[in-house]
T-cell receptor, first 113, second 114 residues
């Protein structure tokens, strides 16, 4: 699985958009970008994933650059409850098989009043 | 639908003892993954079980072992406990064909070795 690079920490004011970048310059054509978050001392929670098109769900939006070497997770209106460590993971999505997720160090997002 | 459940929530053991951690996956999920998260560190992959067999193993010594039962629940055993084994142990489950978004994590077992 390709490695990812994320800033160690970011701050965001409550109510503003939080834009979390991820660099995955060695991503392969069949690798997806996944985002998880981990709120203090809880298990990680799936947020969103995508291959090459931008994706949006009720939690967030995922913007993937055209060359797929980087992506941005957008939390449109951050709240204090979004304070967490956010992990960007790239891995192959194999229908018919399952494989482990490899977590990096992530970005610690601090949402403030 | 019940989520992934782990027991116990907290466990305190003495160095040299054995610890057994348990995980019940979401109904219908056949794969179980174990991760270790030491304080302030990231998640380190430990073990992956699917259909009762060990499919993959992380860079951990043999004293970390486990098994998966016919009902797909799983146990993680840590023998000869060392102080550095103190960590949050997380279990996740998934079903084939669901890719990364199909992973659901439990709330973990916090193991403290004294």
């Amino acid at each position: 699985d390709a490695k990812t690079t994320q800033p160690p920490s970011m701050d965001c004011a409550e109510g503003r958009a939080a834009n979390l970048p991820c660099n995955h310059s060695t991503i392969s054509g069949n690798e997806y970008v996944y985002w998880y978050r981990q709120i203090h001392s809880q298990g990680p929670q799936y947020i969103i994933h995508g291959l090459k098109n931008n994706e949006t769900n009720e939690m967030a939006s995922l913007i993937i650059t055209e060359d797929r070497k980087s992506s941005t997770l957008i939390l449109p209106h951050a709240t204090l409850r979004d304070t967490a460590v956010y992990y960007c993971i790239v891995r192959v999505f194999n229908t018919g098989t399952a494989s482990k997720l490899t977590f990096g160090t992530g970005t610690r997002l601090q949402v403030t009043l | 639908e019940a989520g992934v459940t782990q027991s116990p929530t907290h466990l305190i053991k003495t160095r040299g003892q054995q610890a057994t951690l348990r995980c019940s996956p979401i109904s219908g999920h056949t794969s179980v993954y174990w991760y270790q998260q030491a304080l302030g560190l990231g998640l380190q992959f430990l073990l992956w079980y699917d259909e009762g067999e060990e499919r993959n193993r992380g860079n951990f010594p043999p004293r970390f072992s486990g098994r998966q039962f016919p009902n797909y629940s799983s146990e993680l055993n840590v023998n000869a406990l060392e102080l550095e084994d103190s960590a949050l142990y997380l279990c996740a489950s998934s079903y084939l064909n669901t890719g990364g978004h199909g992973y659901t994590f439990g709330s973990g077992t916090r193991l403290t070795v004294v």
